[in-house]
């Protein structure tokens, strides 16, 4: 089955820094990488998400990149503000049932 | 919309007894998912069901979790006799899916201790 590595598993940026959070997935079937986050006491939300046939998306301040070759997506997040701190994750699936989730990056933002 | 709904959202009892946690899904999501989340182990899929039909249950640790969806806006997941060792928060998530990977959309969670 597919297995997904994140690192780092800490993170601790200056305000107005960029963070960057990465993922590796071993399965090459995968097409869908969803990025998830989760602040205290709340449930993960999907902040962005990239299928295989696109190699980056931008949202405003957050953007993934994917590189299907290497089997590896990164989340990058471009002036952090302190309310960027939380818990992020990262997913891989080929379908539905099978989302298998990274052991997660805690995003510290310091003012 | 409301967003997934769970119940309750903390949960304190004794081992031995029986707990039932309770989702109610985005309405118009086809596909309902059950997770539980620990420390250890992180975000693990417990059960998914699509069309309220049971799919996959290979995740469920063992015959003391069962689950069941009666309609398309209810499901509950129910540990029976519970364990310290089953502590942990539950999240339901739902999503509308048809070929291929959905979005999947988390509810609050209930974070469950058994003592």
């Known amino acids: 089955g597919e297995n997904v590595e994140q690192h780092p598993s800490t993170l601790s940026v200056q305000e107005g820094d960029s963070a960057v959070i990465k993922c590796t997935y071993s399965?090459?079937?995968?097409?869908?990488f969803p990025w998830y986050k989760q602040e205290l006491g709340k449930g993960p939300q999907l902040i962005i998400d990239?299928?295989?046939?696109?190699g980056e998306k931008k949202d405003q301040r957050i953007a993934v990149t994917l590189n299907k070759t290497a089997k590896h997506f990164s989340l990058h997040i471009t002036e952090t503000q302190p309310e960027d701190s939380a818990v992020y994750f990262c997913?891989?699936?080929?379908?539905?049932?099978?989302?298998?989730f990274g052991a997660g990056t805690r995003l510290t933002v310091k003012p | 919309d409301a967003g997934v709904i769970q119940s309750p959202r903390h949960e304190v009892t004794e081992m031995g007894q029986e707990v039932t946690l309770r989702c109610k899904p985005i309405?118009?999501?086809?596909?309902l998912f059950w997770y539980r989340q620990t420390m250890m182990r992180g975000l693990e899929l417990l059960i998914y069901?699509?069309?309220?039909?049971?799919?996959?249950d290979s995740g469920m640790p063992e015959d003391r979790f069962s689950a069941k969806m009666p309609n398309a806006s209810f499901s509950t997941l129910k540990i029976q006799p519970s364990e310290p060792r089953d502590s942990a928060v539950y999240f339901c998530?739902?999503?509308?899916?048809?070929?291929?990977?959905?979005?999947?959309?988390f509810g609050p969670g209930t974070r469950l201790t058994v003592t």
């Open positions: 998530a739902s999503s509308n899916s048809g070929r291929g990977s959905g979005v999947q959309y």
């Open positions: 399965d090459s079937a995968s097409n869908y």
């Open positions: 990239i299928r295989s046939n696109v």
């Open positions: 997913a891989a699936s080929i379908r539905e049932n099978d989302m298998r």
């Open positions: 309405s118009g999501h086809n596909s």
């Open positions: 069901f699509n069309n309220n039909v049971p799919i996959d």
